[in-house]
């Protein structure tokens, strides 16, 4: 805080308001994504409760997959981000096209391990009764892979070139069209079958394809990319640009899928203690991954800012840029913080009318206020180091915060010290804060000095020949 207060106030009101106004579409789009998830819950269980723990089960799965796939396509937006700040902007389309090709790749992965999921659903310990629907809900939403992959190809573009409003649009339009696919799918509408969890993943598949469609064809269209030719022409595969964004995706893909595993394996093992346990972490982790989405797009936005300025070579504006994210996350994360501690019995209110679920649920909130400030800090300061490529060793301190801190504390609270669902959730607390202490540490150590040239904007990674 101390180094945020030494800025020059002047330029840091410009830096804040510059970050809020790029995160704002980027926090909207992030919200249109956890809605859909509500969506598919809200209408799988008013059609039974069957459907509705095929679908909670076969989205826990498909967001493994999901997180390390977007988790490599991260990688196109701090890599633009560095190009039009040092205005290589004819590398730019070329760049774009190989991520495409990487995109091509990551949807066959995604595609497969989908449809060949049942050794890890009986490893996991799923209900055979359950099998079934889960195996079909994940055929079918395998074939939204290169949907969704494309899309995360276009957002990594269009954010990188600090134009995040695509985002909020395209969200939102997802968001828009599921409410009918799921409810004409799921229910079986105009003479369709009813399809319960099946035809949950089959309108989640179609509205993937069609945010990407609608966000391609803007792209193409729109005049505000006409300059890059975007769609001009499509090159081989070039492998030297492919590993350019691989080396900075792969660890951004492991950082997620490790934070991700957390709060899955977490849920997992809460399965063991009983209904109200499951119940009162659901609608807790439910709250703090709807508040998650702010701090989320403001890391967008910052990675967006670092890799801009740090492509000028400016290492002030570096060191603004990830600072006024910070700073905007103490301040959002403060007033969620506020809200679980201060009326956590009305917030599991909306969610249950159970009395020993509230009660359970609102424990759970005060604990996950607590949090707010470690997950908010180490997702914004992951976000600026993301910004420099510097994505290695953040992914060493978050296997070290998640898996060598947080999990073994979470496990011996809950089940060896005998603190049930509440012990988890003070392991979770071990390992945000863990992450966001050493997170924050790394950007303060690689912001001082020259120390961030290390990871400034690399030769040219690919060139477009030149025209005519």
């Not at 819950?41 to 076969?58: K, P, R, W």
């Not at 889960?134 to 290169?146: D, E, T, Y």
Request: charged content about 10%; aromatic content about 8%.
């Amino acid at each position: 805080m101390a180094l945020i207060l030494s800025l020059d106030r002047a330029h840091f009101a410009r830096d804040l308001r510059a970050t809020v106004k790029l995160a704002l579409p980027l926090i909207a789009g992030q919200l249109s994504a956890v809605g859909m998830n509500a969506i598919d819950i809200a209408l799988a269980g008013h059609y039974n409760a069957h459907t509705l723990a095929a679908v909670a089960v076969g989205a826990n799965v498909w967001v493994l997959g999901l997180v390390s796939a977007v988790g490599v396509m991260m990688a196109l937006s701090p890599s633009v981000a560095q190009l039009d700040g040092a205005g290589r902007h004819r590398e730019i389309g070329p760049l774009f096209r190989q991520a495409l090709w990487l995109a091509a790749a990551l949807s066959i992965a995604l595609w497969f391990g989908a449809r060949h999921s049942e050794p890890l659903l009986h490893l996991i310990g799923v209900d055979p009764a359950l099998l079934t629907d889960v195996q079909a809900f994940l055929h079918a939403l395998s074939w939204g892979a290169p949907g969704l992959c494309g899309y995360f190809a276009l957002r990594g573009l269009c954010e990188g070139s600090s134009w995040t409003r695509p985002t909020m649009l395209f969200g939102l339009l997802g968001l828009v069209v599921l409410v009918p696919l799921d409810w004409i799918l799921i229910y079986g509408k105009f003479g369709l079958p009813a399809l319960g969890a099946e035809g949950s993943g089959i309108a989640n598949a179609l509205a993937l394809w069609l945010q990407l469609a609608a966000f391609a064809a803007y792209l193409k269209f729109g005049k505000r990319f006409r300059a890059l030719n975007l769609f001009a022409r499509m090159e081989r595969p070039d492998w030297h640009a492919l590993k350019h964004l691989l080396w900075i995706g792969v660890p951004m893909a492991v950082t997620l899928l490790m934070e991700a595993g957390l709060f899955v394996i977490s849920a997992l093992l809460i399965s063991r203690l009983g209904t109200v346990a499951i119940d009162g972490h659901q609608i807790a982790i439910n709250v703090a991954s709807v508040t998650f989405m702010v701090p989320l797009g403001l890391a967008l936005a910052v990675t967006v800012r670092v890799g801009h300025a740090a492509g000028r070579g400016d290492v002030r504006a570096v060191r603004y840029a990830g600072y006024s994210g910070i700073a905007l996350t103490l301040v959002t994360q403060a007033v969620s913080a506020t809200l679980m501690l201060s009326i956590p019995h009305a917030i599991a209110h909306v969610y249950s009318s159970d009395p020993k679920v509230i009660a359970l649920a609102a424990q759970l909130l005060i604990l996950a206020g607590i949090f707010q400030f470690s997950d908010g800090i180490q997702v914004v300061s992951n976000g600026a180091l993301r910004g420099l490529k510097d994505t290695r060793m953040p992914m060493l301190i978050t296997v070290f915060a998640y898996w060598v801190v947080g999990m073994p504390i979470g496990a011996w609270l809950a089940f060896g010290a005998g603190h049930g669902v509440r012990g988890m959730w003070m392991g979770l607390i071990a390992g945000l804060t863990a992450a966001a202490v050493l997170l924050f540490l790394r950007w303060v150590a690689q912001t001082r000095g020259d120390a961030w040239r290390r990871f400034a904007l690399a030769p040219s990674v690919i060139e477009e020949p030149p025209i005519g």
